[in-house]
C-alpha cells in the first residue's frame, strides 16, 4: 500500500500552510480591522513555502488585478516566463510558481515513475470555479 501524504496530519497541516501562503501572495495580507475579506498586495514579491515532504517550492508574485497562476513546463525555469508574466502584471496579479528540482525551487524526493510525481495544485485551490457553461441563445 502506498503512503499517501495528503492523507496524514502532517500532509494536511503542510497543505493548508501551502494554501495559506498562496492566497497571502495572490490576495495579499489582510488590513487590520478588514472583515470584509478585500485584501491589498504588494506589487512585486519573492516567497517559499514548504510542500507535504519539505521541498522548499519558490513562488514570485507581481502585479494586482485578478489572480493568473503560471507554472513554468519541463527545460526551463520561471525565468523563461518572467518577461510574460511582466506584461500580464498589468491587469492581473500574477503568480508565478517554480516546480520542484528546477531553480530557485528546491530538489524534493525522486518519484518512482513520472506520474507519482507532484504537481503544486495547492497554490491554486482559491481560485478553483467550475468553468462557465455555454449559452446557447
Same mark, same amino acid.
Given at each position: 500500500? +502506498?503512503?499517501? @501524504?495528503?492523507?496524514? +496530519?502532517?500532509?494536511?497541516?503542510?497543505?493548508? +500552510?501551502?494554501?495559506?501562503?498562496?492566497?497571502?501572495? =495572490?490576495?495579499?495580507?489582510?488590513?487590520?480591522?478588514?472583515?470584509?475579506?478585500?485584501?491589498?498586495?504588494?506589487?512585486?514579491?519573492?516567497?517559499?513555502?514548504? /510542500?507535504?515532504?519539505?521541498? +522548499?517550492?519558490?513562488?514570485?508574485? !507581481?502585479?494586482?488585478?485578478?489572480? !493568473?497562476?503560471?507554472?513554468?513546463?519541463?527545460?526551463?525555469?520561471?525565468?523563461?516566463?518572467? @518577461?510574460?508574466?511582466?506584461? !500580464?502584471?498589468? /491587469?492581473y496579479? =500574477?503568480?508565478?510558481?517554480?516546480?520542484?528540482?528546477?531553480? @530557485?525551487?528546491?530538489?524534493?524526493?525522486?518519484? /518512482?515513475?513520472?506520474?507519482?510525481? @507532484?504537481?503544486p495544485?495547492?497554490?491554486?485551490?482559491?481560485?478553483?470555479?467550475?468553468?462557465?457553461?455555454?449559452?446557447?441563445?
Amino acid at each position: 500500500m +502506498r503512503h499517501d @501524504p495528503v492523507a496524514s +496530519r502532517s500532509g494536511r497541516q503542510a497543505i493548508s +500552510r501551502i494554501h495559506r501562503s498562496a492566497r497571502t501572495a =495572490v490576495q495579499g495580507p489582510r488590513k487590520p480591522g478588514d472583515r470584509s475579506g478585500a485584501h491589498s498586495g504588494s506589487m512585486r514579491t519573492t516567497d517559499s513555502v514548504a /510542500s507535504a515532504d519539505g521541498t +522548499r517550492i519558490v513562488f514570485h508574485t !507581481l502585479g494586482d488585478g485578478p489572480p !493568473l497562476v503560471i507554472v513554468h513546463g519541463a527545460l526551463v525555469t520561471t525565468e523563461a516566463y518572467r @518577461p510574460m508574466a511582466e506584461l !500580464l502584471a498589468t /491587469s492581473y496579479r =500574477v503568480v508565478l510558481i517554480g516546480r520542484r528540482d528546477y531553480a @530557485p525551487s528546491g530538489n524534493g524526493p525522486r518519484p /518512482s515513475t513520472f506520474i507519482d510525481a @507532484p504537481f503544486p495544485t495547492a497554490p491554486c485551490a482559491p481560485w478553483e470555479q467550475p468553468w462557465p457553461t455555454a449559452r446557447r441563445d
